[in-house]
């Protein structure tokens, strides 16, 4: 009788092993090279390719970059149940930039467009995809980053997404937080960790007469100085100052707009801000999840392929967070009522500044 149990359970522990081998069984891809878990993602290992060397110059985590995860951003943003009709995700920001580009909030986007267009010409992809695809590629290069996950199957755009559904950076904290919640039911916490993006990121048109200046010291390191910097006291402007939408920064060469500013310092924003100082796993793993909520607005995921093994593997960051040299704790504006704000120690050297990228 013991013997028929046991034979039994062997014969049933192979069942359960070839059942599991066949749901995890990877196919071949057509170039020989690559293998997936789904045919459907084999073509994206050539995108993918054509990307990092064509557009990111090889894979690094530079202006392109900066601006394909911008772009991420202003495409899948136009969504929302206020009177807002657009489909999120879904290429609209490329397939009608006639249209699109022209919006205020887009300002300046029509120089990544032109870049990604003979790209996505060359590969059977939809602009949807292909945007938030690049975007994820982009974010790999980027030391400290998290392998964000990418889903396939957004089919194209058949109408532009409306003007004013991307907040701007001298909107205010409500309205940010409002609109936010109207496109995808995001948190206040869920936005804080979508601004983990500003940590490799520059603006090009705050101030016009200084593009690629960075809202932080390292913006090709996806860490969290930018987290430390915005809660540092404002002394200067990098530029002319005066513009639209930016508040005095900390250090020479580094931007501040007005919304991270006031995010950082808003009593609904400001705990969660700080409580990503120093803590790269929080911010990365809070970044992923809403980055993944934001690339599928308008989607159902569950009718979507997982190809997210195409992402490359971001290179770890091990620095921790600091103060910039020159600065310590007593240039903090202490923002959150419940929590003193990390000790960290401060940079040796001369007073930081940031060149432009």
Known sequence: MAFIALTTLIT????????????????????????ATNAA????????????????DGGECGEEVHESLRLTFHDA????????????????????????????????????????????????ITVGDFIQFAGAVGVSNCPGAPRL??????????????????PEPFDTVDSILARFADAGGFSPEEVVALL??????????????????PFDSTPSVFDTQFFVETQLRGTLFPGTGGNQGEVESP?????????????????????????????QEKMANAFKAAMLKLSVLG??????????????????????????AGLSNKDVEQACASTPFPT??????????????
């Open 12 to 35: 049933v522990l192979a069942i359960f092993q070839a059942s599991n081998a066949a749901i995890t069984k990877r196919v071949t891809c057509p170039d020989g090279v690559n293998s």
């Open 41 to 56: 993602c084999c073509p994206l290992f050539a995108v993918r390719d054509d990307i990092q060397k064509g557009l990111f």
């Open 77 to 124: 943003i136009g969504i929302g149940s206020s009177g807002y009709a657009g489909g999120g995700a879904d290429g609209s920001i490329i397939i009608f930039d006639d249209i699109e580009t022209k919006f205020h909030a887009n300002n300046g986007v029509d120089e990544i467009i032109g870049e990604q267009k003979p790209i996505i010409a060359r590969h059977n």
């Open 149 to 166: 996950d990418f889903f396939l199957g957004r089919p194209n755009a058949t109408a532009p997404a409306p003007d004013k559904t991307v």
């Open 196 to 213: 983990a993006s500003h940590s490799v990121a520059a603006a090009d048109h705050v101030d016009p007469a200084i593009p690629g200046t």
């Open 251 to 279: 250090l020479a060469g580094e931007l501040r707009l007005q919304s991270d500013s006031e995010l950082a310092r808003d009593s609904r924003t400001a705990c969660e801000w700080q409580s990503m100082v120093n803590n």
């Open 299 to 324: 989607h159902n995921i569950n009718d979507m392929v997982d190809c997210s093994e195409v992402i490359p593997v971001p290179k770890a960051n091990t620095k921790p967070a600091t103060f910039p």
């Open 344 to 357: 960290l120690s401060t940079d040796p050297g001369p007073a930081t500044s940031v060149p432009p990228v």
